[in-house]
């Protein structure tokens, strides 16, 4: 089966939220990847609102359900009240649980589980009882894992920023070795397996041709730099290539 590919637009945003107006349209923009073919739509709203906005959310949400009934709605952050909150308001398909704070840049860390995983155990367990499908965001380790099956997550999702990162072949191979032994580890877990950050036209397809098992993959930045080339439609369709779909 191709992998599937969400679409993360905080990218758009960003753009948009660099001046007090309207344009770029993050809901117009989600709407043109859908129609292009993307399986879902992602985002992440921080705290400080510096991309996605807790207004932006709902009207994604509806956008996705009153036209695009068939494909998926995947909010990731840091399960912090505010964020608990709106994850029971929205009801999203899935829930990609990320342990970052208001200081980094971008996400660039998974969840030490060990040490959380009695918060992570609840959590889980109350965005799994309100009909989430719940991916936990860990490093390119096999030990986490068995550690993410026992907290209750149905997925993964590997952060791929240091293969991404990769500047050369020797470093590129072992990334992707680390990547690849992580998501081994979750099939053998009884795990799904997402992956995201830092993924692009070029480093994708080996990365899909060595996981048979991934399910998922969650792009925004490199996406909407290739945007600018291609429009978005035109760059959601690579990417679409680059999972494995069959050319349109």
């Not at 758009?12 to 770029?24: G, V, Y």
């Not at 923009?29 to 207004?55: F, Q, W």
């Not at 993410?148 to 020797?170: F, H, K, N, Q, S």
Request: charged share 25%.
């Amino acid at each position: 089966m191709p992998v599937r590919l969400s679409t993360n637009v905080n990218a758009i945003a960003e753009l948009r939220n660099r001046r007090n107006l309207p344009w770029p349209s993050v809901v117009g923009l989600s709407r043109l990847a859908l129609s292009a073919g993307a399986a879902g739509i992602t985002v992440h709203p921080r705290p400080d609102e510096r991309h996605i906005r807790l207004a932006d959310v709902p009207q994604i949400a509806e956008m996705i359900r009153a036209e695009f009934p068939d494909r998926e709605f995947n909010i990731e952050g840091n399960p912090d009240a505010r964020f608990t909150e709106l994850i029971e308001r929205i009801c999203p398909n899935q829930v990609t649980l990320v342990p970052d704070d208001i200081r980094q840049a971008t996400s660039d860390h998974g969840w030490d589980i060990a040490h959380h995983r009695q918060f992570l155990t609840d959590i889980i367990a109350r965005f799994k009882d309100g009909g989430a499908r719940v991916s936990i965001f860990v490093d390119p380790e096999p030990g986490v894992a068995p550690l993410a099956r026992e907290v209750g997550a149905d997925r993964i999702e590997i952060y791929t920023g240091p293969y991404g990162a990769a500047l050369t072949l020797d470093v590129q191979r072992r990334e992707l070795d680390n990547v690849v032994a992580t998501g081994r580890a979750a099939g053998a877990e009884g795990l799904g397996l997402n992956a995201g950050h830092d993924l692009t036209l070029d480093n994708l397809p080996p990365l899909v041709e060595a996981l048979p098992n991934l399910l998922e993959v969650s792009i925004g930045h490199c996406l909407t730099a290739d945007a600018l080339i291609y429009g978005i439609e035109g760059a959601v369709t690579r990417y679409l290539e680059a999972c494995g779909h069959q050319s349109m």
